[in-house]
């Protein structure tokens, strides 16, 4: 039986959007029947290469849609959302589901009383890499670091770095540990404007799993990576080059004599340096993968549209990094006013 065409509109077709647009129409039995934006050059420039029309207000098309993928500013995402959603449209929105928790409730609770689906495009969910690093994950995470940088981007400045690049790992750590934390503080600069720019944040778990997350928007060249440690491995992973690191200990190490044992015996400490890796160690690598996970993301949407099946990043899912956020940004603001406090009383002092 031939599987119904999904007619999908893609609101907002900037630098990110445009891509969108570009996988939707030439995924099989998807048809793009619509780009909307209100910069005319703009939509008309991404329709016409796709072969499909450009409208100014996606609500003069969104009854003809099935689903919708909004890559529009994040200040827009809660009303173009709940309008989707009213039209019984399926959603996918680009992360962060909003920069309200409120808002982001909202729109959880009006996607399940409607039955649509509803997804947030966190995409490292769906890079190779991350994706073969929880697969190497044999035991529960003790400790998580992840640090994503770049250059300042000159979009997106209706969000700080936490909204623009800190909740992708924020919605990683939550993925790993499969919990809220317990405790948040963050201390971070406003370099280049109002918003935060920099942003260090330590995330404390049930059970004393600790994460420290690193973001920053002000960097000359960018990186984004995470490691695991957990009882039986350390899993260092370059989300950019897709390389996956696994250290383990052998079963010789883990059954034979300790290293002390063995220095004690007499075994001399230069061959035991040059025997940790192999023989003591593994030391495992694997490459993530060409899987472009941006048309990953957009076919596990569309078969949750066919399929009514949750997608792996959920409105659920999306709310939570947003809850986690918006704990990160109100420890910021308590850490800025102590910092204030501070500098007035040494200058009162003096």
Same mark, same amino acid.
């Given at each position: 039986?031939?599987?119904k #065409?999904?007619?999908m ?7 990110l ?6 996988i ?6 998807? @048809?793009l029947c619509g780009v ?5 050059a703009?939509?008309e ?8 029309r450009?409208v100014a207000d996606?609500r003069?098309l969104?009854?003809e849609?099935?689903a ?7 200040k ?7 309008d ?17 928790v409120?808002q982001a ?5 009006l996607?399940l ?5 509803l997804?947030?495009g966190?995409?490292e ?5 991350f994706?073969?690093a ?13 640090e994503?940088?770049s250059p300042?981007p000159?979009?997106s400045?209706d ?5 623009d ?5 924020l +919605?990683l750590?939550l993925?790993l #540990?499969g ?11 406003s ?5 935060e720019?920099?942003v260090?944040a330590r995330?404390?778990?049930p059970?004393?799993?600790?994460? &420290?997350?690193?973001?920053s928007?002000v960097?000359p060249?960018?990186?984004?990576a995470?490691?695991?440690?957990s009882h039986t @491995? ?6 950019? #080059?897709?390389?996956v ?5 052998t079963e010789?190490l883990?059954?034979?004599?300790t ?9 001399p400490?230069?061959?035991l340096?040059s025997?940790?890796f192999g023989e003591f ?5 694997i ?7 941006l048309?990953?993301?957009?076919s596990?949407?569309? &078969?949750?549209v066919?399929t ?13 990094a947003?809850?986690?956020? +918006?704990?990160?940004? +109100?420890?910021?603001e308590?850490?800025l006013v102590?910092a204030r ?6 200058s009162?002092?003096?």
């Open positions: 039986m031939t599987e #065409t999904v007619k509109m893609v609101v907002g077709v900037g630098a959007g445009r891509h969108h647009a570009r939707l129409s030439g995924l099989p039995g998807v @048809e909307a934006d209100p910069n005319q703009q939509g420039a991404v329709a016409n290469a796709h072969g499909t450009w996606y003069d969104i009854e849609c099935d919708v993928s909004i890559v529009a500013p994040t827009l995402h809660h009303q173009i959302t709940i989707c959603i009213q039209y019984g449209c399926d959603v996918l929105v680009e992360k962060p589901l909003t920069a309200d409120s409730e909202e729109l959880q609770s996607a009383a409607n039955d649509v689906i997804q947030v966190h995409i969910r769906f890079n190779p890499a994706e073969a929880c697969e190497a994950l044999t035991s529960v995470p003790r400790y998580i670091r992840a994503r940088l300042f000159f979009r400045l969000i700080g770095v936490v909204h690049l800190m909740i992708h790992d +919605e750590v993925h #540990t919990r809220m934390p317990d405790r948040v503080q963050a201390i971070g600069t370099l280049m404007g109002p918003q720019d920099t260090q995330l404390t778990f059970g004393n799993v600790i994460a &420290d997350l690193t973001a928007r960097e060249a960018a990186r984004r995470i490691s695991i440690w @491995e350390t899993i260092s992973c370059d989300l950019h #080059t897709r390389t690191s696994v250290l383990r200990p010789e883990l059954s034979g004599p290293m002390e044992q063995r220095m004690r015996a007499g075994e400490v230069d061959q340096k025997r940790v160690i593994e030391n495992q690598t490459q993530g993968g060409d899987a472009d996970a048309t990953a993301e957009l596990e949407f569309v &078969d949750a066919r009514r099946k949750s997608p792996r990043v959920d409105g659920t899912a999306g709310l939570q947003v809850k986690v956020a +918006e704990l990160v940004l +109100e420890s910021l308590k850490s102590d406090k501070e500098a007035e009383r040494i009162h002092a003096a």
